[in-house]
């Protein structure tokens, strides 16, 4: 049972535009949205993360936006460059408790910045 | 700070053989998760340790697969015995305190089973 659907599965976008990764997910105890980005032979790393008491959430060219009734967030690319191609995952936690250190992944999505 | 340390890097090994995966937290982290990352499934939660007791194994694919974490600073997952369609990349991943805020993953180890 896949709680995190991601789309697209894969993109290509021109340096200097903007990439737009979309998630939805089922699960409404869902409290943490982390953004992992992976370059190709690495672990995935943490790009940034928000919480449903905010919409939004900006740091340096990625912004994450937030949608609590409709489920679903995403992650937005500005100004994309080259050293941004890299596959993202989308993720989530419920809160802190006994379940609360398991993230469940989104299916992921390859970004291609052509210069 | 050296990170999650996984070893080795690569893996081949032939179908049937064991096959043993090694991994160091970062000093001070008290949860550690084994994941497995296919291009057909994604990343999949194996395990999954808090304070070294295993929490939830509900995503170990079967009994030929086994996770240990002796101590704070080791884990283990084992593949006994190996088939190809465990090929895949498995990473080790650990965190600090509650929640699941800031995993910091290793490298992996990529497996090939022949």
């Known amino acids: 049972q896949q709680q995190v659907k991601q789309s697209p599965q894969s993109l290509i976008v021109q340096k200097g535009g903007i990439s737009i990764i979309n998630c939805a997910y089922e699960?409404?105890?869902?409290?943490?949205f982390p953004w992992y980005q992976q370059f190709p032979g690495k672990g995935p790393a943490l790009l940034i993360a928000?919480?449903?008491?905010?919409s939004e959430k900006k740091e340096g060219r990625f912004t994450i936006s937030f949608n609590k009734s409709a489920k679903q967030f995403s992650l937005h690319i500005m100004d994309s460059q080259p050293g941004d191609s890299a596959t993202y995952f989308c993720?989530?936690?419920?809160?802190?408790?006994?379940?609360?250190?398991?993230?469940?992944f989104g299916g992921g999505t390859r970004v291609l910045v052509k210069p | 700070d050296a990170g999650v340390i996984q070893s080795p890097r690569h893996e081949v090994t032939e179908m049937g053989q064991e096959v043993t995966l090694r991994c160091k937290p970062i000093?001070?982290?008290?949860?550690l998760f084994w994941y497995r990352q296919t291009m057909m499934r994604g990343l999949e939660l194996l395990i999954y340790?808090?304070?070294?007791?295993?929490?939830?194994d509900s995503g170990m694919p079967e009994d030929r697969f086994s996770a240990k974490m002796p101590n704070a600073s080791f884990s283990t997952l084992k593949i006994q015995p190996s088939e190809p369609r465990d090929s895949a990349v498995y990473f080790c991943?650990?965190?600090?305190?509650?929640?699941?805020?800031?995993?910091?993953f290793g490298s992996g180890t990529r497996l090939t089973v022949v």
């Open positions: 340790f808090n304070n070294n007791v295993p929490i939830d």
């Open positions: 993720a989530a936690s419920v809160a802190p408790g006994a379940a609360g250190n398991k993230l469940t």
């Open positions: 699960n409404t105890a869902f409290d943490y």
């Open positions: 991943a650990s965190t600090r305190g509650q929640g699941a805020y800031g995993y910091t």
């Open positions: 928000i919480r449903p008491d905010v």
């Open positions: 000093s001070g982290h008290n949860s």
